[in-house]
């Protein structure tokens, strides 16, 4: 199985909305609304933001969203914090009964 | 509050194994998947399987399988991950985390484990 394809990093400025890309295949993110994103801190765990393609834990701020079209999921940050500077993880559930990462897109906050 | 804990950092020589434990804490032990995660130094997240800690059941990514085993110990809320046949590219910050409910549907990883450290070297 293939990793996801994220962009390697995305900047934008305070304020901003950016948009991070997560493609697989019909036998991954276009095959089932099972895509997640994890925010991860330099030395940190990740930590779940969006599960099932667009859902918004308890806690998690409404400026993160998530969407799917095809075998692409889309992660979007509206209003840039400074705190929101991380590296962003996209996972996905396969017909194999597996799950696959994406290789991870880092955000910087200029 | 839901909690992993995981055991601390470990240095390995190749060829030898390694045992990492996650303590769970906060909610009911049996009633969720848990799975592990690893990353490598400065890669990204990589799935390696769960474990259904009501009845033991486990699922491995075929990458491991023959390598790899997760057991647990429910009266204790314990997970276990045991690696053998260490190499220097497994190498890597090792997670558990908890997976959704046992049969219900949704895919997420919530909370995370805070990491062990693996290292292999000679």
């Known amino acids: 199985q293939s990793a996801l394809t994220q962009p390697a990093s995305v900047s934008g400025s305070p304020g901003q909305s950016i948009t991070i890309s997560c493609t697989g295949t019909?036998?991954?993110?276009?095959?089932?609304?099972?895509v997640s994103w994890y925010q991860q801190h330099p030395g940190k765990a990740p930590k779940l933001m969006i599960s099932?393609?667009?859902n918004r834990p308890s806690g998690v701020s409404n400026r993160f969203s998530g969407s799917k079209s095809g075998n692409t999921a889309s992660l979007t940050i509206s209003g840039l914090q400074a705190e929101d500077e991380a590296d962003y993880h996209c996972?996905?559930?396969?017909?194999?009964?597996?799950?696959?990462f994406g290789g991870g897109t880092k955000l910087t906050v200029l | 509050q839901v909690q992993l804990v995981q055991s601390g950092a470990e240095v390995k020589k190749p060829g030898a194994s390694v045992k990492v434990s996650c303590k769970a804490s906060?909610?009911?032990?049996?009633?969720?998947?848990m799975h592990w995660v690893r990353q490598a130094p400065g890669q990204g997240l990589e799935w390696m399987g769960w474990?259904?800690?009501?009845?033991?059941?486990?699922y491995y990514a075929q990458k491991f399988q023959g390598r790899i085993t997760m057991t647990r110990d429910a009266p204790i809320s314990i997970v276990y991950m045991e690696l053998s046949s260490l190499r220097s590219d497994d190498t890597a910050v090792y997670y558990c985390?908890?997976?959704?409910?046992?049969?219900?549907?949704?895919?997420?990883?919530?909370?995370w484990g805070q990491g062990t450290l693996v290292t292999v070297s000679s």
């Open positions: 985390a908890r997976g959704v409910a046992v049969a219900t549907k949704g895919s997420w990883f919530d909370p």
């Open positions: 996972s996905s559930y396969t017909t194999s009964s597996t799950w696959v």
């Open positions: 474990i259904n800690p009501n009845n033991g059941g486990t």
């Open positions: 099932d393609v667009s």
């Open positions: 019909s036998s991954d993110v276009g095959g089932y609304n099972y």
């Open positions: 906060g909610y009911t032990f049996t009633g969720y998947y």
